[in-house]
């Protein structure tokens, strides 16, 4: 079950539109370097926000997941809120038990840690990347050390907070080379329309939108994902579809969800 049940939520969360098309579809943003950076943004998210999914294969329940921002901490002198993304569940002889975590600068809106323990049936993976944005390098928990792609990274699940705090109008499309591996870049995310769904948490109007990071994960060309954040100013993700290869379809539903302090 190679790459990955979730970098999602999604990383999450994104085959990218050549600008021609993506103008077609609505205002193009070809980077978020024109948002406000100086200071602390008013962000929809906060400490102790928690949500819970239901995790099925087609029509399945297969698992639980939840996302969470556990708690704040300072890495390198900056305040960053660590949040979690967790996956548990699957069917006999194909177990999985993914946990995602990025610890995201508070102030600027980018990943300064990025941590993965991923098994899945037979493949496994536990790395962790601290980021040095400031001088455009990371470090892995083995020693190994590179050159960053960005000043301004982001991991497969910051991907997804930093989502949460754009504008969201149908018909845009914002092409972001911010993924902090080269390859992984642009990522895509277009707003394609409004549509209200029912989960276990109850009935929501959301803003769909489809990410695509140029990788193999759950977000990656071939996944066709989609995340149903709720048409609000809390952006709370309540749905996550993908296909998974080999596995198939792959959905999220929202069971409870608590706000943040």
């Not at 990218?16 to 008013?42: D, M, R």
């Not at 497969?156 to 907070?161: H, V």
């Not at 895509?188 to 109007?205: E, I, S």
């Amino acid at each position: 079950m190679p790459n990955r049940f979730v970098p999602f939520l999604l990383a999450l969360l994104l085959a990218a539109a050549g600008g021609s098309a993506a103008a077609a579809q609505g205002g193009v943003h070809p980077t978020p370097a024109a948002l406000p950076q100086t200071s602390p943004p008013a962000l929809p998210f906060s400490v102790g926000e928690r949500a819970t999914y239901q995790v099925k294969l087609g029509a399945l329940s297969v698992g639980s997941g939840f996302i969470e921002v556990h708690n704040a901490e300072t890495i390198d002198g900056h305040v960053t809120l660590h949040a979690i993304l967790s996956i548990t569940g699957g069917v006999p002889l194909a177990r999985v038990d993914d946990r995602y975590e990025t610890w995201l600068d508070q102030a600027g809106l980018f990943s300064r840690r990025f941590k993965q323990n991923v098994n899945e049936v037979r493949y496994h993976r536990n790395r962790t990347y601290d980021f040095s944005p400031e001088r455009k390098t990371y470090r892995r928990e083995n020693g190994e050390s590179g050159a960053l792609y960005t000043d301004r990274p982001l991991d497969d699940i910051s991907f997804l907070y930093f989502a949460r705090t754009l504008p969201l109008a149908v018909g845009d499309t914002y092409r972001l080379n911010r993924y902090f591996k080269e390859s992984g870049n642009p990522v895509v995310l277009r707003v394609v329309r409004r549509q209200t769904v029912t989960v276990p948490a109850g009935t929501f109007r959301t803003v769909v939108v489809q990410p695509t990071i140029q990788t193999t994960g759950i977000f990656g060309q071939g996944g066709q994902a989609e995340v149903y954040f709720t048409d609000d100013e809390r952006r709370i993700p309540v749905m996550v579809k993908t296909r998974v290869p080999v596995v198939g379809s792959l959905s999220m539903y929202l069971r409870s969800y608590r706000a943040g302090t």
